[in-house]
């Protein structure tokens, strides 16, 4: 059983508007969060984290909120600009070596 | 700089075939990790290693073996190939230890069909 979930394969959203992708996790152990971009043909890479100590990071048109109660974290781009359309994966971690990917979520920012 | 370099690209094997997937990294990581993408899966998970001659099992490390008897390299063998194990492949890399944000740095990628 996936113990992070994306539970929205896909999003669409306008050039200038926000976009919010969901991720829901079920271990209570996980401790570390992380955002990954992902372009076709091409490896993820990083984008954001945050520890479960806070729950807001912030950096430039990127903000991770986390809900430790709820077991859920966002992540809010703001403005989405058209470079932003990939496919988005959340990852959660109790350590630092162990780290528990959700199935992804396509945004498409439509100019 | 080559960060994190996989090769083959693009691999077709017959059931039963063996091969090994090569990972190379110059960053100087101790941490570095195999994942396979499938769709609707995301990413999973394989073996990972804490340094070198350190290693262990991920969620799913059934049919694949690994080694690493250097930092800059963690190869993944496939030792008798079978069609379950068509996916795209992905080594990581991280800093480790105290140094450690979590961060990881993925390679492009290893597409590997088994007919």
């Known amino acids: 059983d996936q113990q992070v979930k994306q539970n929205s394969p896909s999003l669409s959203v306008q050039e200038g508007r926000i976009s919010i992708l969901n991720c829901d996790y079920t271990?209570?152990?996980?401790?570390?969060f992380l955002w990954y971009k992902k372009y076709p043909a091409e490896g993820p890479t990083f984008l954001i984290s945050i520890s479960s100590i806070k729950d807001k990071n912030e950096d430039g048109r990127f903000t991770v909120f986390l809900n430790k109660s709820a077991k859920h974290l966002s992540l809010h781009i703001v403005p989405s600009q058209p470079g932003d359309s990939a496919v988005y994966f959340c990852?959660?971690?109790?350590?630092?070596?162990?780290?528990?990917f959700g199935s992804g979520t396509k945004l498409n920012v439509k100019p | 700089n080559a960060g994190v370099t996989q090769t083959p690209k693009f691999q077709v094997l017959k059931t039963g075939q063996s091969m090994t997937l090569q990972c190379a990294q110059d960053?100087?990581?101790?941490?570095m990790s195999w994942y396979r993408q499938d769709p609707g899966m995301g990413l999973r998970l394989i073996h990972y290693s804490v340094g070198a001659g350190i290693t262990d099992q991920g969620e799913v490390p059934n049919g694949y073996n690994v080694s690493r008897s250097t930092t800059e390299d963690f190869p993944l063998r496939l030792l008798s190939a079978a069609p379950s194990q068509t996916s795209v492949y992905f080594c990581?890399?991280?800093?480790?230890?105290?140094?450690?944000?979590?961060?990881?740095?993925f390679g492009e990628g290893s597409r590997l069909t088994v007919l």
């Open positions: 960053m100087n990581h101790e941490y």
């Open positions: 990581a890399s991280s800093l480790g230890g105290a140094q450690n944000t979590g961060e990881l740095f």
């Open positions: 990852a959660a971690s109790p350590l630092f070596y162990k780290f528990y």
């Open positions: 271990n209570s152990m996980f401790d570390y």
